[in-house]
């Protein structure tokens, strides 16, 4: 099983490291990743090993980010519900997505006794209007006190009363997602924006792309900021290759792109094969592959 | 430790799926790829275990391919001296060259008791010449009973006479190297041939890349088939790049690329961030490299 908590801070080394750490102490855990961004002030974490290690690493994390992050000082470019924003758990070759479904039920009723609304998303969700993410997160951390006195707003587990300092907690379970950003080379919020737009399924893009466009005031640039939820249906390539096209039309280039976290090597098959024309690549090709 | 000999037969079938059983029954090993071209009319393995097994693998495999395939009907694209042509020992990772080199010498002292005669290349080269395969091979099978009487064509194991059935056989160390063909949209073999000529070191192309121009008559191409000694030097993407720049200017489109074989993960690196853009993308952002 992988787990991947996004926690509300990017900016205090000291608070990722101590997180960092804990995680690296629990047995039967490997900390495959720990990926920092100021600009959104937000850091995933991204581990695995057995479920039960898993579920009882991630209760432990949970306990210690609410402790060290307060809310009611969080800024950041990047929409959030709370200290301990998303927690998805992610089943790896072989595993069952019920698997992952009940680790995200179990650390639900958890988090829910450590006094943090909880809801539930993706595959976990108890109600198809949950399954979205995004929908579950709109008005972010500053609508949340109004929105759980509605009923639309109820928690899946846990007070329905506003926690100021950890906000809410929204736990799932879903496929691999890879985080993937393209940084544009203006300061233009608006072409970001719009080129979000463009590649986005909300809006008439992809398939399987969440975007959103991103200041990134450090680097002096904009970013198109993405989850692409499922990279055999939608592959990396097909919406750089997009953002390019319509970044051009506005004489903007592409600056870089970055990956949060971590991808599975099958994600690379259709970039290699697309742009060296490999047809036949796949990661049977690899000779790791062959030795897991 | 990896062993990847390369076969001069390519088109019976039978053949080569008695070689590969053959590999698939010795304990220890993994045979993990058998790529065959008919036009080349050679077939190439890879299979990985401890030293040990891996060397007696490569005995019996030698053996067995001595029997069944005989030069003197022998055909194809692809330079060759012999039936087994070439052996190459590859130390994966954590392994010391020497005992690659340990193993082209103990295997050449056994392939000699067959009555063929051995050249030592690369790293198990007993002499500068004979480190480069392409210096090795010249002439090829058709001149070998020449060049075995001179004093510059004596083998460096094995009797000094000419085997027609087995021709000679060629063996070594290095490390992992990349067999990566692209193939051209035209039927005129010298637009390979320049194109190899442009791209390939020893004409003052990319240190890391050996390179022929080669027709596929098959598939009514043409194709630049490369050899990748070093893909740290020279990554992929920018040889392939170069191909299609040069390929341009005769207005000729590249249709497609090959990986003869394996490539390591740690190959597809540079391929990843140049097109990408993902400038600090490494294997370690693949979530397998983490699980071996």
Chains 1, 2 share one sequence.
Not at 88 to 117: K, N, S, W, Y
Not at 198 to 227: C, P
Request: one cysteine or more; a negative charge.
């Amino acid at each position: 099983m992988e787990c991947v908590p996004n926690v509300s801070e990017g900016r205090r080394r000291e608070t990722v490291e101590e997180l960092a750490s804990l995680l690296r102490a629990v047995p039967g855990i490997s900390l495959l990743d720990t990926s920092s961004d100021a600009d959104h002030n937000r850091t995933v974490f991204t581990y695995v090993g057995e479920p039960e290690a898993v579920l009882q690493a991630t209760e432990a994390f949970c306990r210690r980010a609410f402790d060290l992050v307060d809310m009611t000082l969080h800024t950041g470019g990047h929409p959030r519900l709370g200290a301990v924003d998303v927690v998805p758990f992610v089943p790896l070759r072989g595993m069952e997505m019920t698997e992952a479904v009940d680790c995200a039920h179990r650390l639900g009723q958890i988090v829910a006794e450590m006094g943090v609304p909880v809801y539930f998303y993706e595959e976990a969700a108890l109600s198809p209007e949950r399954r979205n993410l995004a929908e579950v997160r709109r008005g972010e951390y500053e609508g949340l006190r109004e929105r759980l006195t509605e009923s639309s707003g109820r928690p899946d587990a846990g007070p329905a009363t506003f926690n100021p300092r950890s906000g809410a907690c929204i736990i799932g379970a879903r496929r691999p997602l890879i985080a993937f950003n393209v940084n544009l080379g203006t300061t233009d919020l608006d072409i970001a924006q719009r080129i979000a737009r463009a590649v986005r399924h909300s809006s008439g893009g992809f398939r399987a792309v969440k975007a959103m466009g991103v200041e990134l005031k450090e680097l002096n640039v904009v970013q198109v900021s993405m989850n692409l939820t499922d990279y055999t249906q939608t592959p990396i390539h097909r919406v750089v290759e997009a953002i390019r096209s319509e970044a051009a039309r506005y004489g903007v280039p592409v600056v870089g792109s970055e990956l949060v976290g971590l991808a599975p090597l099958e994600a690379l098959d259709e970039v290699v094969r697309y742009y060296l024309q490999l047809h036949d690549f796949s990661s049977a090709k690899i000779i790791e592959s062959h030795l897991l």
